[in-house]
Structures are given as C-alpha cells and as structure tokens.
C-alpha cells in the first residue's frame, strides 16, 4: 500500500507538472488561468496525501516492530522505547530520505492553499516547477532508496537504532533541518516561474520572502540542535566541529542570510533583481548539495547516512539537471530581468549589496574547504582534510565586518544616506562596546585578539540595534500624546521587530562563542569515591558508581556532589557509561549542568585497572562560560525570522500583480 502510494504520487506529480507547463503556454490571461489553476490545486493535494500515506505506512511499521520490512529490521527492535522507534523512522537513509519528500509535498500544499496575490498563471508555473523537482525526489525513493524493501525470512529482532540517534533532540532536529532544505525550494520556483514569465518586479520579490524567511528561520533551528545534539551526545565538550555535514548545512543558510537581505533590496527598490534571483537559485542548489554529500556515501562522518556510493549517482545526476536547467534558464532570461534601480555608496543598498558580498565570500571559504579534499581524493586517490585551524582562520575575519555593517543598517536610508546618520550612533555604540570591552578585560584579567574583536562587534551591534528601535518606537508615537509604549511598538511593522530580534540573536551569538573559545577550561582526572576537583569556578566531589538496568541498554552512572567554592551542594550531577544490549556498542552519556549562560561539563571514562587507584574512575572535566549564549542567539535568529511571517503588508493586497 505504501510503495503503491508513492508510484501513484510519482505518476501524478509528473502528470501535473507536464500537463501544468504544456497548458499554461496557450493561456494569455487572468481567466483563463483559473481553472487550470485549481486543477493543479486539486493535484498537489492528492500527491501530498499519498505520500502522507506512506510515511504513516512507514511509521507504523517501526511503531509496531514490523520486521518484515528491511528498513525497521535494520534500525529498530522489541526493545527500543517507542518515542526512538518515531526517531529510528526517519534515522536511515531511506525513512529520512521519505521525510525530506514529506516535507517536499507540504510545502509545496502551503503554496497551492496560500492566497498571495500573483497571477494565476504565475503560481501554476510555481506549483509545475515544485512537482517536476519533486518527481526527481519521488523516483530516487522508488528506484534507489526503496524504505518498504521486503525481507524474508523477517529475522525475530531488529538489529538496533545507532545508538548516537537515541537523544531525544533527534526527534526534533531532522524535520526542523528538511523544514530549511526543502523551503527553499518555494523560492527556487518562484525565481523560475519569474524567469519564465520574463518579469520580476518588487511583487515577485514581496511574495518571495515569507516563504524565504521561514524556511531561513527552520534551518536556523535545525543547524542549532543538530550543534547542541553534537554538544550533549559525542563526548568531546565541542558544539562545531567543522565537520563536511555540519558545513553543507551552513552553506545553504549563509546563502540564505544573502537572499533575505538582497529580497528586502529588490522589494523595496526594485534593485539587485538578477543578483536575487541568482542567490534564490543557488540557495537551494546547496540544499541539493548537501543532500549529495550526506547520502552519496563520499564523506565518513557521524552525521552522514550512507556508505553506498552508486545512490550518489542518482542524487548527482538530479543535482546537475535541476541545477544546470535553472541556470541555464537563468542565463537565457537574465537580461530581460535587468539590475533596477540605482543607488549611491552612502545608501542602504551599498549597505546590504557589501553584507551580501561578505556572506558570499564565507560561503566560498566553507565551500573549498569542504569540497577540496574530496576532489583531490576523486582526482588523485589521495586523502586529505581541511580542519578547524583553517576556517577559523578564513571565516572569522571576513562575517565580523558584515556585523558591523548590519548595525549600521537600520540607520541608513534608501538610495543615499547622509554620513551624518552612521557617525553619530556609530559613535556612540563603538563608545559603549570598547567600555564594556575595557571591563571585561579588568574583571577576567585576560586579553586576546579574537575575544576582543569579537566583544566589540558585538556590543556595537546590540547598542546600535536597540538604540535605532528605541528611537522609532519614541517616533511611532510622535504627535499622540496618550499613546502608551505598547501602542507605538504596535506602530511599527513585524518585518522591524523581526531585524531588531534577528540582529540581536547574532550580537548574542557572537558574544557566547568569543567567550567561550576564549575562556573555556578542560581537565582530566582520575578519582576515587570521595576525591575532588575544580573546574572554573566549581568543586566537583565523586561519590561513586552505580549500575542501572533500563529498557534497551545498561549505565555506569557515576554520582558527582557539584559545589561552588566551598558552598553547600548545588547539584547532583549524572555521566553514565552505557552498554547497548542488542549491538554490544558502549557509548559515553555526557552530564551537564546548566545555569542560564555557562555550563559544567563531565564526561565519564573507564575505571581504572590498578590496585593501588582500587575503586577510581577517569573522567573528563570541561566549564565552558556563556555557551549557551550560542543556542539563545540561534534562538532568537529563528524567532526574528518566523514573525516577519506574520508582517500585515503579506496579508493586504499589494498595489500591483505580476501578470
């Protein structure tokens, strides 16, 4: 049933699609477009059901241990609780690759029922252009990475769910990842159905951006836990590691923060068009990129899915032909697209064009650094890595100067903008940022150059964001004087309060990982019952070990009394050392204790062999000050991304319509 579901969503998808393009080139206006329009409607709608109906199938074979298909044989089994069994579904390549279409089919039913205001004829082309990808994501799922493979004889238990998949955050880190990936896709469509129209004007650019904006924000979400999945689950004390998956994820959202901020230009101004549509086609030509480098089986890593490198064929050659027509298209239509409007140096455009070009050139440096060593490999059959030392180096140094411009950006005005608007509040928030630099520096009695730079960039950026929103809420009520707080903070736009919000999460951002790599401490120690050691600011005593029995694996779970100075016990502070009873796989469980900023780190080792240390245990000590300043930062990006959604000019009918 489920299998059937998904060839008959292939076959109509691609009915659709064809049928779609074939139509729509005798249409030549408004009402003729219509019910060709619903007709596609209808169609969308179906295919999502379908294959909602197949990954329920799916699902239901996990939840109920159905071993007879390979899939839940090979990553589940009678013990696993229930809630990792939803996980394990989409924890292979084949369940998680039926996500990403689930996903796929979605958003493409959100642009079908959505009632933005474009011709009819330019959201058939949209809708045609999602099913014709979409067929390609279809085909790949029934021709290579088949998730309902049948297996006999069914084999009694399951093997086991990768134990670095059993965390709760895995539940939740892949949908909102695929959320990002495949958003993006809506905005791919709309730049091709704007190529194929020969137009795009400011209502393209108006449209596009919701759906940009949400999908910016979910990968933001995604690429956070994945980080703090990282963090809590392999041990290391480490919430990035430069690692090619962790960087095909970043790829795509650098290209994304261009977009966004080149869309807000085009819509505006009508300026930047072929730029935009460019970064609209290329940002989700990483999101496929990425879905090559995860599932071709090229790269080793914790993050990747497969180790079979002829399914990367097919991922390839569907790169290349959804890629290579979209610029092929765009290199025809480019010209007709034209620039737009001019601008001078002093505007906000030159503003926004100098933070695209510097997001531009961090995606460069990820990308040779991901990408080199493995055509080296290709073509030289030798290994090598790009590491840490490396884009530490490179990507540093070329996003902190697009901070300092974001900054300034809310003070510019369009087109030209007189020096005397950046010098003054430019001034006074280098002013604060180099005092609260000054006192940081007293209070830790420590300098470095990057915690320095960092500092500065970001407490300029926070005091300028907020300065400007103080100043335009003070404005919003100019000239009412029994307008209260809350009504002049209604006065201004969800699109400002989204930039005041995104723009501070990166000033947070900024602020947890130049503390941290700067300060952070690690040690490592063996201790028997009663010793202690400090770390930061903290005592921890070890108390023992203890051995727990639970559903599907057995703990080491080592007991630490947590104390601050010579205080009383804040804390009892868990690490477990676990066995997994199917596969025989011992796993390392980090304990972590949180206060609002900084973090206690303690990963537990093996017990130590010797008669003399009878009873002691190696364990790994980390204190890792305003770390999750990281996550609130990341946090709060997604949340300015998400309410520009919900801005009232993507509710009202704009001026003019794309016809």
């Not at 139509?23 to 007709?39: D, E, T, Y």
């Not at 009663?530 to 023992?544: D, V």
Request: glycine share 8%; hydrophobic share 50%.
């Amino acid at each position: 049933m489920s299998q059937f579901s998904l060839a008959l969503a292939t076959v109509l998808s691609l009915w659709g699609a064809l049928a779609g393009f074939w139509a729509i080139r005798g249409v030549f206006n408004h009402a003729q477009s219509l019910p060709l329009l619903k007709s596609i409607q209808r169609n969308v709608y179906l295919v999502f059901a379908l294959v909602s109906v197949a990954f329920a199938g799916l699902l239901a074979s996990f939840v109920l241990s159905d071993f007879t298909v390979r899939n839940v044989a090979e990553n589940s089994n009678l013990a696993l609780p229930v809630f990792y069994k939803v996980a394990a579904s989409w924890g292979s390549h084949e369940g998680s690759f039926l996500l990403w279409v689930l996903m796929f089919a979605g958003w493409t039913m959100a642009v079908a029922w959505s009632r933005f205001n474009v011709s009819a004829s330019f959201k058939v082309r949209v809708l045609c252009t999602l099913q014709l990808v979409l067929v390609g994501f279809l085909l790949y799922l029934l021709l290579a990475s088949n998730p309902f493979e049948y297996l006999n004889p069914a084999p009694a238990d399951g093997r086991d769910l990768n134990p670095l998949l059993q965390d709760i955050i895995m539940i939740i880190h892949p949908p909102m990842l695929y959320m990002g990936y495949v958003g993006f896709a809506v905005t791919f469509a709309f730049a091709v159905a704007g190529l194929l129209e020969g137009r795009f004007d400011m209502t393209w650019a108006r449209w596009s951006r919701p759906w940009t904006n949400t999908a910016w924000a979910f990968l933001t979400v995604g690429i956070a836990l994945g980080s703090w999945w990282a963090y809590r689950e392999l041990g290391w004390g480490g919430w990035w590691f430069w690692d090619p998956v962790e960087n095909a994820s970043l790829m795509p959202w650098l290209a994304g923060t261009a977009l966004i901020h080149s869309l807000a230009v085009s819509e505006k101004r009508g300026a930047l068009r072929s730029w935009t549509l460019l970064l609209a086609l290329t940002t989700f030509a990483l999101s496929l990129l990425g879905t090559f480098l995860v599932r071709s089986g090229v790269l080793t890593s914790v993050h990747a899915f497969a180790t079979d490198p002829e399914r990367g064929v097919f991922i390839l050659a569907l790169l290349f032909l959804v890629v290579g027509a979209s610029y092929v298209l765009y290199a025809m239509k480019t010209g007709d697209v034209g620039h737009g409007g001019d601008f001078k140096a002093t505007g906000r455009e030159s503003l926004l064009l100098s933070n695209n070009v510097l997001m531009s050139a961090a995606l460069v440096t990820v990308m040779l650094g991901t990408l080199y060593p493995l055509v080296v490999e290709v073509l030289g059959g030798r290994k090598m890595s790009v590491g840490q030392p490396y884009f530490e180096a490179v990507f540093a140094p070329i996003l902190l100067p697009a901070v300092l411009l974001m900054a300034l950006g809310p003070d510019s005005r369009w087109r030209q903008t007189p020096m005397s608007n950046y010098i003054k509040p430019g001034g006074v928030a280098m002013g604060v940022a180099l005092l609260v630099l000054l006192g940081a520096a007293l209070w830790h009695s420590h300098f470095s150059v990057v915690w320095a730079v960092g500092v500065v960039c970001a407490v300029f950026m926070a005091v300028a964001t907020l300065a400007h929103a103080a100043k335009a809420t003070s404005k919003a009520g100019a000239g009412m004087p029994h307008s209260g707080l809350l009504y002049r903070v209604r006065r201004l736009s969800l699109s400002y309060w989204g930039m005041v919000l995104a723009h501070l999460g990166v000033a947070v951002f900024v602020v947890g990982v130049a503390w941290v790599k700067t300060f952070e401490t690690e040690t490592d120690a063996v201790l028997k019952p009663g010793q202690s050691s400090e770390i930061g600011p903290w005592r921890l005593t070890f108390i023992g070990v203890d051995s727990v029995q639970r559903q599907n694996h057995v703990a080491a779970l080592g007991v630490f009394e947590l104390t601050r100075g010579e205080g009383n016990v804040i804390h009892l502070i868990q690490p477990e050392k676990r066995r997994y009873q199917s596969s025989e796989q011992i796993m390392t469980e980090a304990a972590i204790h949180s206060d609002w900023f900084s973090d206690v780190y303690i990963g537990l080792g093996d017990p130590v062999q010797s008669s003399s240390n009878a009873g002691a245990w190696g364990v790994r000590l980390y204190y890792k000050p305003l770390i999750n300043l990281i996550w609130w930062g990341c946090a709060l990006m997604a949340l300015g991304g998400l309410i520009t959604v919900w801005d009232r000019r993507y509710k009202s009918k704009p001026q003019g319509e794309i016809a």
